[in-house]
């Protein structure tokens, strides 16, 4: 399978945890976007990187979360002292360079956190 | 600000033609996108428009007036399998993609 993966596919965790996401882009896409969903809602851009320069970050994104790819290709996104309102799909999309270019989309990381 | 506006839900009946509208107020445009979700699942890409006018791929087309800041995702022969949300996303002007809440789209028999 050549599509865009992600682990896990859910994680319950406690309010005040820490918990990290993993998403293997399509190989050959440069680009990696990370979004955040809740139900009914669109996707929440978070964070994208070219390679692994991380080149925007939104500016409603808490300093509670971080995200890294660090040889440019898979990419992390961990959030410090999960609150309940982190409770969404995580998403994860590749592309390739120009920004016109589709976004091929991951199944998503499911967070609830209790 | 930025705003993408579309129905929150529809509903149709198979064999149907239904058509969904996308407005949106961006800071700049460089293209628009209409993707389709299942429930539980990912968005998966169907259309991207840039230029005005109409784009078809076989039962889906998408139409684009950027004077009227307006796009519509027309659906034909609608299949049961079609219901799901479809979400208008436009790339603004740093190349970032702005969401619409997506519209529900609920196929009756």
């Known amino acids: 399978d050549t599509g865009v993966s992600q682990n896990p596919r859910h994680k319950i965790t406690k309010r005040g945890q820490n918990v990290t996401f993993r998403c293997d882009p399509i190989?050959?896409?440069?680009?990696l976007y990370w979004y955040r969903q809740t139900l009914g809602q669109g996707p929440e851009f978070l964070t994208y990187f070219q390679n692994e320069a991380q080149l925007e970050k939104s500016r409603l994104l808490s300093d509670r979360f971080s995200a890294e790819r660090p040889k440019g290709s898979f990419s992390t996104l961990e959030i410090q002292r999960t609150e309940q309102g982190d409770s969404a799909m995580y998403l994860c999309?590749?592309?390739?360079?120009?920004?016109?270019?589709?976004?091929?989309f991951g199944p998503g990381t499911r967070l609830t956190v209790t | 600000g930025q705003n993408i506006d579309q129905p929150t839900e529809m509903t149709a009946t198979e064999g149907a033609i239904v058509q969904i509208n996308c407005t949106y107020q961006?800071?700049?445009?460089?293209?628009l996108f209409w993707y389709q979700q299942h429930a539980g699942e990912a968005p998966t890409f169907l259309s991207y428009?840039?230029l005005d006018g109409l784009e078809e791929k076989g039962r889906f087309s998408s139409f684009l007036s950027r004077s009227k800041g307006y796009s519509y995702l027309l659906l034909k022969e609608l299949q049961m399998k079609d219901s799901a949300s479809y979400l208008c996303?436009?790339?603004?002007?740093?190349?970032?993609?702005?969401w619409g809440a997506g519209t529900k789209l609920i196929i009756k028999p």
């Open positions: 190989s050959e896409h440069n680009r």
């Open positions: 961006t800071s700049g445009f460089n293209g």
């Open positions: 996303a436009v790339l603004d002007s740093n190349y970032q993609l702005i």
């Open positions: 999309a590749s592309s390739l360079d120009a920004g016109f270019n589709e976004q091929y």
């Open positions: 428009n840039v």
